[in-house]
């Protein structure tokens, strides 16, 4: 029994050096603990921007590796509206136009499934979505007006394939250039 020591004996020493330490070893795992966390915190803000990059790369290869082939599906569509709009007044030129139609009819399809969209060309001139192919003074029009559309344009994915070709009212030659000369 002399191994044991006395209840009470090294207690106190023990119990204020314990006392002491402890805010301060709390202190030092409270500091470790935001420590961890900040780094776990950038660590997923980093993930998150990798995955962000990693995702807009995906889309722009398969953006460019797509374009080529949607270019090309859609000169097809524009040639099957060409055909459509020769006229027909034979009995076999007007089956061939039917046949025609229902081949455009089904591009148009497959197109619309793979989010291709066609641009509205309706209102007034964008020069984000729009070309102008030609300008044209009418009076009764406000300048900037789409009048026409001689190529329609697409956008895929909120990606503009090519743009409208259309054409807009422009404004009176007197009325602009009076008021920019001095006189």
Request: charged letters at 25%; hydrophobic letters at 45%; a negative charge.
């Amino acid at each position: 029994m002399k191994d044991r020591p006395e209840p009470g004996a090294g207690d106190e020493g023990e119990g204020q050096a314990a006392g002491v330490d402890a805010p301060a070893k709390t202190a030092e795992l409270e500091a470790r603990c935001a420590d961890l966390e900040a780094r776990w915190l950038r660590a997923q803000a980093d993930y998150q921007n990798l995955r962000r990059r990693a995702q807009q790369e995906l889309d722009s290869s398969l953006f460019r590796v797509l374009q080529p082939l949607l270019d090309e599906l859609l000169l097809v569509a524009d040639y099957l509206d060409m055909a459509l709009a020769a006229p027909a007044t034979s009995a076999e030129a007007k089956a061939l136009a039917a046949g025609v139609e229902l081949t455009r009819s089904k591009l148009a399809q497959a197109l619309e499934i793979a989010e291709v969209r066609a641009i509205p060309t309706a209102g007034t001139f964008d020069p984000a979505l729009h070309e102008a192919g030609e300008t044209r003074v009418v009076p009764d029009k406000a300048p900037g007006t789409i009048l026409a559309t001689t190529r329609a344009g697409y956008t895929w994915q909120g990606r503009i394939l090519r743009p409208a070709r259309v054409v807009v009212a422009a404004a009176p030659r007197g009325a602009g250039a009076s008021a920019e000369e001095p006189e």
